[in-house]
Each structure stands twice: as C-alpha cells, then as structure tokens.
C-alpha cells in the first residue's frame, strides 16, 4: 500500500470565502470566467494588411499609433515552416537600432518597402519582410533570432517582426493605404477562385 503524496502547491489553490458587500453576497471571481473573451488584439489594436506582391503582412495598429508588423495568417512561410530570422538585411542591421527618450530620438525612418527582416523557410524560400508603413523603427523583435519558430507559435501580435511609429500627419494616408480586414478577406477569396 502506497502513502498519498502530498500536493506541495496545494495551500495556494483558490477557494471561495463567502463575503458580503452592503448585505450583498459577493460571487467569486471565477463566476465571471469567460472562455470567448477577447483577445488584446481584438481589445487594443485594429488590423490593416499590406501585400508585397501575392505575399500578405499584418500591420497592428493600436490607437496611440503604435504598429507591430506582422506575418499575416496567409502568409505562404507558415506552410513552409520557417527556419530562420535575420535582421542583417545587408547594408543595415536593424537589430542594432537604438532609441531614446520619449520622441524616439535615433530610430532609423523607414519607408514601406523597407526591407526590416529576412525569413527563410525550411524549404530554403527566402522572404524579405518590409516594414509596410512609413514611420520610425522604435524596436525589433531579437527573439525571432534563436527561435524562428515562435513565428508558428506565438498567439497573434505576440510574433511581432517590429514596432514602428509613424508620424501623426502621415496617419491617416497610412491606414488609407493599406487593406482592412474586409478587403484582406475578400482579395483572399478572390485568390481562392482564380485558384481553382
């Protein structure tokens, strides 16, 4: 006969103490659990689509003008498996960008088809992945460095390329430039008839 084993974490499980609030009985926390809740990009951030010829990126725009570039779900590098993440991308390693202060002094500026990024899949394809908007290099995301394929496994916006921040005048123009949700959604069904 073998003795029980003692949970060690067991004096930290949640339990219900009853409470009262103005003679009001107060419904543990849990109660309020939602599985469907949304998720921080579908609370903060609104998502607009730039292709670079037949290959879609995500830009993430939050409403402080904060944009995360991203692979966009149809991106072909995804089938692909990827292998690997370089932000040498020859004359430049945007991995050495550096900013200060509040006006992000020092970041590089650059233009939509700068190129932030090379992504090789594991069938050798090489994407070059561009910044998509015009607007200055706040950061990189070096993770992506050693382990590529965080792109595969990260929850949406959290395998960000880059965070960029376009200039207030230029934000307009930038969100005009760029597909909605609606209009990324209807090229790929366009896509999928001609494919077939």
Do not use: W
Request: aromatic share 10%; with cysteine.
């Amino acid at each position: 006969m073998t003795a029980a084993v003692e949970d060690p974490l067991e004096k930290f499980y949640f339990e219900h103490e009853e409470q009262t609030i103005c003679g009001q009985p107060v419904s543990p926390i849990t109660d309020s659990f939602d599985v469907n809740y949304p998720s921080v990009v579908d609370r903060f951030f609104t998502r607009y689509y730039y292709f670079k010829g037949k290959v879609p990126y995500q830009v993430l725009y939050h409403s402080n003008r904060i944009c995360l570039i991203c692979l966009a779900p149809g991106h072909p590098a995804f089938s692909q498996g990827i292998s690997s993440v370089n932000f040498d991308v020859g004359n430049v390693d945007r991995s050495q960008n550096v900013v200060k202060g509040k006006a992000k002094r020092g970041g590089m500026i650059l233009q939509a088809e700068s190129t932030l990024a090379l992504l090789t899949t594991e069938n050798g394809e090489t994407y070059k992945v561009p910044s998509c908007i015009r607007g200055k290099l706040v950061e990189v995301n070096t993770a992506l460095v050693e382990q590529p394929k965080l792109l595969e496994q990260l929850p949406e916006g959290a395998g960000y390329f880059a965070i960029l921040l376009p200039k207030i005048e230029n934000c307009d123009a930038i969100k005009a430039s760029l597909l909605t949700q609606e209009q990324y959604e209807e090229r790929l069904k366009v896509k999928e008839e001609v494919d077939t």
